[in-house]
Each structure stands twice: as C-alpha cells, then as structure tokens.
Nanobody
Framework: QVQVAESGGGLVQAGDSLTLSCVVSERTFRNDVLGWFRQDAGKEREFVAAGAWSSGRTIYGNAVQGRFTISRDNAKNTMYLQMTNLQPEDTAVYYC????????????????WGQGTRVTVSS
C-alpha cells in the first residue's frame, strides 16, 4: 500500500508564499504521478497541479497557473507545491494523491490520497 502524506499548511496573509510538501512511501510505475487538489467547505474538489516523477512533466489548473509551481526531490520521494501571491480564494484543504500514467486533472485516476493539509489565506 502506497502511503502519501502532505504537510506545510498554515495561516498566511494575502500576497504571501507558502510551500507544501508531499512525500510518498515508494515510487513505482503505479504512482509515477503526484497530483495536488484542494477543497473548501461547500465546494467541489478542484484540481491544482500534477507532476510526473519519471518525465518531469507538469500541468496546472487555470486558477493557479503562473502562481504555483511543482518541484521534486527524487532522493526524498518528495514533491513540493510552491505557492506564491496567495489570495483568500486559495483557502482550502490541500490534498496530495498518487496515480499511474501521465499527469491528469481528474481525481478518479488517483488511487492513493493523503489526509490533507489546510491553507488559510487572510485578506
């Protein structure tokens, strides 16, 4: 069973930056992709970004394009979500999830999910 765990959430002010981490217990073809999703109370889960370990390919949701960046440390099995110019609408619980294949924005393709880390952006 692949374990996925996020960390790094917190309370920040509008315009601040924050970096989330996602560590996986192992990297295989079954979890070559790590995706980030977010969900706030009363809202649907929203795709944020995804990246592939093997190819390095990344994709981003429209709401975060140009503000958020994925990076990775293969030696630590860790992928990072670097978030800049955070806004109150970025407030949500951020989830990391693992999937096989290529980066995709569709949650149903992700088999392994973390517990989430909350990001709150005050105005």
């Amino acid at each position: 069973q692949v374990q996925v765990a996020e960390s790094g959430g917190g309370l920040v002010q509008a315009g601040d930056s924050l970096t989330l981490s996602c560590v996986v217990s192992e990297r295989t073809f079954r979890n070559d992709v790590l995706g980030w999703f977010r969900q706030d109370a009363g809202k649907e889960r929203e795709f944020v970004a995804a990246g592939a370990w093997s190819s390095g390919r990344t994709i981003y949701g429209n709401a975060v394009q140009g503000r958020f960046t994925i990076s990775r440390d293969n030696a630590k099995n860790t992928m990072y979500l670097q978030m800049t110019n955070l806004q109150p609408e970025d407030t949500a619980v951020y989830y990391c999830a693992a999937a096989p294949g290529a980066p995709t924005p569709w949650p149903s393709y992700y088999y392994y999910w973390g517990q989430g880390t909350r990001v709150t952006v005050s105005s």
